[in-house]
């Protein structure tokens, strides 16, 4: 931890902080062009911004391949967009925290004819307390980190063929709770005592440093990939904590949130600005580009995460 300070003190610019702050006021950007007949994929599409984001692509004339855990929700969410906007709705089931459903869900992906002009990362999570999957991994960090990394490595040969795509992350402000950078040797909360802001952060900074690296991978294939904070909007993260949680939720965090059309809006903006069509490895806040904090610029430590990812990652089977 002393060595982390150090690391990153001098670094970090109270000029970043009013950055953000006013970046907080500000309006998305919006795009009025139609974005017919195009591909979009949106990882948990039943609720919050993942369902605003599907409702805004299929009123612009997108077809949907949602990505969900509910088969109740995606039936309906499914019946109701393509009825009311007449496009092409499918659904894949799928717990994005279980390497075995991320790499179903990869393979499923790469077999698709049609090219995915838009994939968006949008399912997360928040947990008060540590969880692990089925097979032992964290669920924050399986998630936020290890899901949309294996799922966008496996669509490399996809990607090589299609020569376009946009890959837009669901990030989050809430990267900067991981003020002094990763714990490399405890990425899975094992030893530290877990608190979910922490850990949440963690696992959206890692995201931000996979971006980095993705970004070069992809820039041969005219493929972009980006993150954005999507405002403080109401949502059901964090539905499953406990009752302090849901109370502070409901009548402090919903109250001062502003509801998930806007940040669709944005994630329309970024997804299908002619604008942006060149434009990757940019974090924005809703449409609004800004400078990342510190540890999320360490591409000393976007390096010694990717090896100790591809060692974690083998030691499940998993070769990418």
Sequence with gaps: ????????????KWSNIYAMIKNMKRLPERNPELFRNKLVVITGATSG?????ARKYASMGAHILMINRNPNKSALVRKEIAEEFMVTVEYILADLSLITDIQRVGQQLLSLEKPIDVLIHNAGVHLQSRQENPFGLEVNFAVHYLCPLIINKMLIPKYQRDRTGRILLVNSEGYRFA???LDLEDLEWKRRRYTGNRAYGAGKLAQLLFMHILSRELAPYQVTINAMHPGMVR???GKDNGKWYQWYKKNFIDKLSASPERSAKALYYLGTSPELSQTTDVFFHLTTEEELAPPAL??????????????????EGIVL
């Design 298 to 315: 360490d591409l000393e430590a976007t390096e010694a995460l990717s090896k100790k990812t591809i060692s974690l990652l083998n030691k």
């Design 235 to 237: 949502t059901e993260s």
């Design 179 to 181: 003020v002094w950078g």
């Design 1 to 12: 931890m002393i060595a982390a300070v150090k690391k990153y003190w001098t670094k970090y």
């Design 49 to 53: 911004i993942g369902y605003y984001t």
